[in-house]
């Protein structure tokens, strides 16, 4: 059974830091590209970072450039997606994703999110 589970959310001040986790079980997790989205409430999900090549390249949106960092450390089944300078506009629920392309098809699993709160 994949299960993806997020950690690390929370309530943090405008300019804080927060540094989200999430843990994967019952996958190869080395073989899969690990991204982060977020949701606003009455908002489609967005795509926050994602690595986007084996070689560790990686996508940002532009909202987040310079302030996010995402990293994943294989040995520990585990993406980490750091949060420096958060916004009140980076209020969101932010999910994990795993994903791959299986022969035609992508395989892809979504962990049941964390709220993030960046408020004074």
């Known amino acids: 059974q994949v299960q993806l589970v997020e950690s690390g959310g929370g309530l943090v001040q405008p300019g804080g830091s927060l540094r989200l986790s999430c843990a994967a079980s019952?996958?190869?997790?080395?073989?899969?590209?690990m991204g982060w989205y977020r949701q606003h409430p009455g908002k489609q999900r967005e795509l926050v970072a994602t690595?986007?090549?084996?070689?560790?390249?990686?996508v940002y949106a532009d909202s987040v450039k310079g302030r996010f960092t995402i990293s994943r450390d294989n040995a520990k089944n585990t993406a980490y997606l750091q949060m420096n300078n958060l916004k009140p506009e980076d209020t969101a629920v932010y999910y994990c994703?795993?994903?791959?392309?299986?022969?035609?098809?992508?395989?892809?699993?979504w962990g049941q999110g964390t709220q993030v709160t960046v408020s004074s």
């Open positions: 994703k795993a994903s791959r392309l299986s022969g035609i098809k992508i395989e892809a699993y």
């Open positions: 019952g996958i190869i997790f080395s073989s899969f590209f």
């Open positions: 690595f986007k090549s084996s070689d560790g390249g990686t």
